[in-house]
């Protein structure tokens, strides 16, 4: 069964690594924060997938801090980049 897992987070892995290229090539800083939350939820799941392979609980620790920071990441990057306009519509 730990070949299974191991299998799945390497697969993961290099889902990783194909979404480093939308990193480098995003367009839009919009892009590139999608692809930051994919490195994010992606980590989780390998160490989860890690966590249950090796038998080392602690990895389940890191893996909820880790997705404890990505959803503070995306709010500080929409309360950065939210254009609010003024009262005449203006931005």
Excluded: H, K
């Excluded at 404890?68 to 939210?82: C, H, I």
Aim: no cysteine; charged share 15%; aromatic share 8%.
């Amino acid at each position: 069964m730990e070949v299974f897992y191991f299998s799945i987070a390497l697969f993961l892995l290099l889902n990783v690594l194909l979404g480093l290229v939308r990193v480098l090539q995003g367009p839009t800083p919009a892009d590139r924060m999608l692809a930051a939350q994919l490195f994010g939820t992606t980590g989780v799941a390998m160490l989860l997938l890690l966590a249950q392979g090796m038998g080392i609980p602690a990895l389940r620790d890191v893996a909820l801090v880790f997705a404890l920071l990505g959803g503070l990441t995306v709010v500080a990057f929409v309360r950065r980049s939210w254009i609010v306009p003024d009262e005449n519509g203006e931005r």
